[in-house]
């Protein structure tokens, strides 16, 4: 039987069904003797019509090749794209670019990793597959959301087979997954073992770097690494491409530049510091957010996505540059949330969109009210029902400019809050009514504590259509299985759908969007 991507996928089950645990991975790679080894699997990112980021890392210094082909056997069309030399600058990680690839096509890659003085010295290559964007509107889009990994406590559960929601939504076959954010929890350390309510025992996979919070470099590069010890994890990042965004907990929870920490847990105050270290290992371990070489600038974070005529990703950077948490009631606020910069790439980009979809993904929500501490606020609602005031200034100036501008297909997928929503906003409802109806779906966690769901602020007149959520805090993912959601774009009527879903195959809730219309 040829190879398709479904078989690949159902063939590498047991292969993922296995966990991989602490391998002493972190010692020095070059006191290492042998072959390289890319034991940390691969990932793919930024895919295009015609191209694609692919990422491995190496337990040694290493030059990094891959390969690729139509077919998954390797017998034709193979081409070789040299990659970079991967050392300790980059904690051993590297991308190579793909170029030249056809469009909405299945690529199959294998990733090489070889001794840079000796290239006949290389380890055994490590598969991959992606599927390019396509250039016509009659192929569809499936991609799949949620956020939230490792929190509270929450880590790798060898007892039950480690992160297999992975597994899961790797069987849906997703064009791509869009990572919502907190894709580590480096201020959350993990204990060997957490005792239950009803006395079980949850056991985590334990590292050094997660025994503490993360203040070097080393220890946030040992946050990336502890998710990939998941071989549920490593199988998925091989056969889905990742859109990455990030929101506190890289960095510490509820963090904002300028933030000075009074976190005993914490030598190094200052959380520009901490943000510092920690954006650069999260570039380190996504496709396209490190550091370019030749002109040393790091990735944005904030980003537009293209999958063809049918669907733009606006990937938010709400964290960078936001400004300080508060009561959040001021009446001007020109940095919100966004920042003035961001928030005109937005409106612009929007404006210049030509895709039937344009889908806003934010790693905090709008309206759904989120607390820090007993005065202050972290997103972007603060309670008060009335006109806008602090960061929802800035909101209320994009969401007239989309109306205004008559741009249509709008939608924002969200996660943070650790639960599962479907919200919708109208005019009708809200103290500020200069807008276009719109839906704001909400997922995760992907693995952490889940928590009792939040209330709606008035302003922009929230209501909830559905809402699944843990009775009390700090649920472990035993007790309350994992969120994530997914959109489908049908090829022919243009349709969008989007689908609640929970570890276990259980569609919790379903809400189709026609093209072009206003106010559903």
Not at 134 to 163: E, H, K, M, T
Not at 262 to 287: H, I, M, N
Request: a neutral charge; glycine letters at 10%.
């Amino acid at each position: 039987m040829p190879h398709t991507r479904r078989t690949l996928l159902t063939g590498s089950l047991a292969a993922s069904a296995a966990l991989a645990l602490p391998l002493g991975l972190s010692a020095p790679a070059f006191a290492r003797s042998g072959r390289p080894s890319a034991s940390w699997g691969v990932q793919s990112g930024e895919v295009t019509e015609g191209s694609a980021l692919v990422w491995t890392r190496s337990d040694r210094p290493a030059r990094m090749y891959v390969e690729t082909s139509p077919t998954a056997s390797f017998r034709r069309g193979v081409r070789r794209h040299p990659g970079p030399l991967l050392g300790p600058a980059t904690d051993f990680t590297g991308t190579t670019p793909l170029r030249g690839l056809p469009p909405g096509a299945e690529v199959h890659y294998r990733v090489v990793v070889a001794d840079p003085d000796d290239p006949r010295r290389s380890g055994e290559p490590v598969h991959g597959s992606l599927r390019t964007t396509p250039l016509s509107r009659r192929s569809g889009v499936r991609f799949l959301w949620s956020g939230d990994l490792a929190g509270q406590g929450w880590g790798i559960n060898p007892d039950l087979g480690g992160y297999r929601v992975f597994d899961e939504m790797r069987l849906r076959d997703p064009d791509f997954f869009l990572f919502s954010g907190d894709t580590v929890y480096a201020d959350g350390p993990l204990l060997p073992s957490v005792t239950l309510p009803d006395g079980r025992i949850w056991r985590n996979v334990t590292t050094e770097e997660k025994s503490k919070v993360a203040e070097t470099l080393a220890e946030f590069r040992g946050n990336f690494r502890y998710n990939l010890l998941d071989r549920n994890l490593t199988a998925f990042n091989a056969r889905v491409p990742v859109i990455a965004q990030w929101d506190d907990h890289e960095v510490r929870n509820n963090w904002y530049p300028g933030q000075l920490l009074e976190d005993p847990r914490y030598t190094v105050k200052q959380v520009d510091v901490l943000a510092e270290r920690a954006r650069r290992a999260f570039g380190e371990y996504f496709p396209g957010l490190a550091i370019d070489p030749a002109t040393r600038a790091q990735g944005r974070v904030h980003r537009v996505v293209r999958r063809g005529p049918l669907l733009d990703v606006f990937v938010l950077d709400m964290r960078t540059h936001r400004n300080a948490n508060s009561p959040d009631r001021q009446g001007a606020d020109p940095v919100g949330i966004l920042g003035a910069e961001q928030l005109a790439w937005l409106k612009r980009e929007l404006s210049r969109s030509r895709a039937t979809w344009k889908v806003i993904a934010a790693d905090m929500p709008l309206g759904i009210v989120v607390a820090d501490g007993a005065t202050d606020f972290e997103a972007v609602a603060q309670g008060d029902p009335g006109t806008p005031l602090g960061r929802e200034l800035q909101i209320a100036e994009l969401l007239r400019h989309i109306k205004h501008q008559r741009i249509t297909g709008t939608l924002w997928l969200t996660a943070d809050v650790h639960y599962t929503a479907a919200n919708h906003y109208a005019p009708e409802r809200a103290a500020f009514r200069d807008f276009a109806p719109f839906w704001e779906f909400v997922s995760g966690p992907v693995g952490a504590g889940g928590f009792p769901h939040g209330r709606l602020d008035a302003t922009f007149g929230p209501e909830t259509a559905f809402v699944r959520s843990a009775p009390v805090a700090n649920m472990s993912p035993a007790e309350n299985p994992p969120y994530y959601g997914e959109v489908e774009i049908d090829g022919a009527s243009g349709e969008l759908t989007v689908r609640l879903r929970r570890q276990g195959g259980d569609v919790l809730f379903t809400k189709t969007l026609r093209p072009g219309q206003v106010g559903q």
